[in-house]
């Protein structure tokens, strides 16, 4: 069993919403995932409101060897780290 960490699209036309989901690979943009793991939500007004997830289960599946697409890796390394000034 072959599992990606991806989005998953939901949401109204014009108003995108994404779930942060653990899935296997062979399963289509519209499969049922092993794992829903956090939300995604690109027009949110404050920017810790756009992308809540767990941690603890991200790496979590990293470590059974799942790999996040090259997305979901930009947006928990941005999210991920303390900010520093």
Not at 30 to 55: C, N, S
């Amino acid at each position: 069993m072959a599992v990606v960490i991806r989005f998953q699209r939901t949401g109204k036309p014009k108003h995108p919403h994404y779930r942060l989901v653990a899935i296997e690979r062979s399963r289509g943009p519209q499969g049922r995932p092993v794992e829903i793991l956090g939300h995604y939500h690109p027009k949110a007004d404050k920017v810790k409101d756009k992308l809540t997830f767990d941690l603890e289960r991200y790496n979590f599946w990293v470590s059974k060897g799942a790999l996040p697409s090259e997305t979901v890796g930009t947006l928990i390394g941005k999210h991920a780290k303390p900010e520093t000034k």
